[in-house]
């Protein structure tokens, strides 16, 4: 009998495990297990076991309670010991404890939020960020400091109510069939790197849904980016508005797979942000479905040009086979960038500082001509 470890959220107890029915055939690595979720919303989601010393994905089934173990992933990474962020990330995540320390900690509803079953992400996310009939996806990230660039480029002109319209002014006039669109609006959240809080988050939700409270299952979903090191910070977002949140895999490594649950858990979708191969490595192996490859190196705070397209193509048939999804992300801005992302199969690519001073000044014009500039070509 196979004994199961899982390490997912105490919301499931393991009430039989082994192989149930038919035993699989050796290639297909099929198991059914019974976990009884003892939260009738613990159905449809999606956490990871142990099993056989691998780590597994699995998404509960339609029927309560009987999950599919897909193939086990990649080899089990030798644990993580006494790893610490590299370069400048240290200094940031050690800025992140403190702030779940002496801010998060003490709000009692964020923890409640936290052990709070939610319905698994929905899967739409993921479909809106795909590459769709050749079009590539656009990510907006707003940010009013974007510190790649020697001196930091300060957008403080940028107010979340004018980002709100104006971007939802920009999907009103993309016509039908166009070879761009708006497909999520990612928000930087860090008062240091980004000159946003939580705050900004929650501000732009909120005029983000008036603008789509005709049709609110039109509006592009909100993912929240910080330098998250810990769930409270998930809770804190998920509080906030946020649909999907971008895990920076530097920052938290021997936590990603921890983390992917806990936002999962919280219903949120995820991205991984990934820079190095090691990184990439951990977030395949902790189950991540989209992926946000960038040139920036977050550890030296310089852009490595490049390296999005170099790591994306090494591995373009493992994460096809995986049904990944693959983002591009670095200061983009020409569209030799864009076309170099899309011929090494990315789905779509992640914009911030190229179309901030368009949204920040509120020119729908410009900003759709940056779009278009970067997107239509021959694309
Ligand atoms: O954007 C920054 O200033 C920054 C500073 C330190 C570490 C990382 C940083 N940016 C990484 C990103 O957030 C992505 O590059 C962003 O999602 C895309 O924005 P942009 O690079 O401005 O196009």
């Known amino acids: 009998m196979n004994t199961l470890q899982h390490r997912a959220s105490p919301a499931f107890a393991v009430t039989s495990a082994g192989l149930v029915g038919a035993r699989p055939a050796r290639k297909a690595h099929r198991h059914c297990v019974t976990l009884c979720p003892t939260d009738p919303k613990g159905v449809g989601a999606c956490f990871r076991i142990r099993f056989h010393k691998r780590t597994c994905s699995l998404r509960a089934g339609q029927e309560r309670g009987t999950l599919m173990m897909t193939e086990p992933l ?5 644990e993580l010991v006494d790893w610490l962020p590299a370069g400048a990330l240290e200094k940031d995540v050690m800025r992140k404890f403190e702030y779940v320390r002496d801010e998060l900690s003490n709000r009692e509803p964020l923890s409640f939020r936290l052990s709070y079953m939610s319905e698994a992400p929905s899967r739409d996310i993921r479909a809106k960020l795909r590459r769709r009939r050749g079009r590539l996806s656009v990510v907006v990230d707003l940010k009013r400091r974007s510190a790649t660039s020697e001196p930091a480029r ?3 002109a940028l107010n979340m109510y004018a980002a709100a319209e104006i971007l939802s002014d ?4 993309i016509p039908l069939g166009s070879k761009f669109g708006l497909d999520g609006i990612m928000v930087s959240v860090d008062s240091e790197l980004y000159d946003q809080d939580c705050a900004s988050l929650s501000d732009f939700a909120r005029h983000w849904r008036y603008f789509h409270r005709e049709d609110p299952s039109t509006a592009p979903p909100i993912i929240y980016k910080d330098i998250i090191v810990h769930e409270l910070q998930l809770a804190e977002a998920a509080e906030a508005g946020a649909k999907a949140a971008c895990l ?3 920052a938290c490594l021997p936590d990603l797979e921890k983390l992917l649950n806990a936002a999962y858990i919280l219903g949120m979708e995820v991205l ?3 820079h190095t191969e090691e990184e990439l490595q951990y977030a395949f192996e902790a189950g991540a479905g989209i992926y946000v490859f960038t040139d920036v190196d977050r550890a030296r705070r310089r852009v490595v040009k490049g390296r999005a397209v170099d790591l994306m193509d090494k591995y373009r048939v493992d994460l096809r086979n995986a049904g990944a999804v693959c983002l591009g992300s670095g200061r983009i801005e020409t569209l030799e960038q864009v076309e170099q992302l899309r011929d090494v199969g990315a789905d779509g690519i992640v914009i911030g500082g190229k179309l901030m001073a368009s949204i920040a000044r509120g020119d729908v014009e410009a900003l759709a001509s940056v779009l278009h500039s970067l997107l ?3 694309l």
Do not use: C
Request: glycine residues 4%; hydrophobic residues 50%.
């Open 154 to 156: 300060e957008f403080h």
């Open 248 to 250: 920076v895999a530097g």
């Open 170 to 173: 920009l999907r009103a006039e």
């Open 272 to 274: 991984v942000e990934v």
């Open 74 to 78: 990649a080899a089990q990474q030798e």
């Open 376 to 378: 239509v070509a021959d």
